[in-house]
């Protein structure tokens, strides 16, 4: 823009004003190079096409068959975090504070005299937008009183600034609306003693 303003000034190009023009413009062309190298180590790079869309391919894969209670399907690289409780009645609610989106709670009945409860927390990679996410968002806040599991989903806040530099052909509609949305697993796992009833209001499978 200064540039612009600059050379408005000027009605009559000469050779040497020319020369001064071209030297100012790859000056700055350098300075912004430097710039982005700089910035670069700062920076996370989307993945690429064939790396999200078998992401997703996985992703639906395993809740697919966590659906059919197939719970092998959960890996212990996933697993974030595993707390027990004990409740003193047959009764056990479940209250979820917040909007936890894209969350699962699975619960696995098992024959036990042990009055204890299991709850674990799974979570696949995380991207939106095609960016790996997961070192952003935080696990949820699972607590235990008078006979309530009470889970609570953290906010994270971040700022992203994002350079596309990519060209869109026609026909990628339905792989920019796959990529732009959240993809990731995040699983509440319950497992519980045959003497208890869980009273969630959904989300169970």
Known sequence: ILLGVFMSKFRIWKPKRT????LIYALCGLIAFTYLLIASKDMQQAESKDVILQ?????EAMTERLQKRDFTALKQEQLQFTKTFEPTAKDVKVNRDGELHFMQTLINWVDSSDDTITVSYYETPIYMKGVHMTPYVKAPDITFENNTIFIKDKESRVTMKTINMSLEMLGDERWNDRTDRFIGNRILYLNVPKQFNIIDSGGLY
């Open 19 to 22: 020369f001064y023009f071209v």
């Open 55 to 59: 992401q997703i391919a996985e992703n």
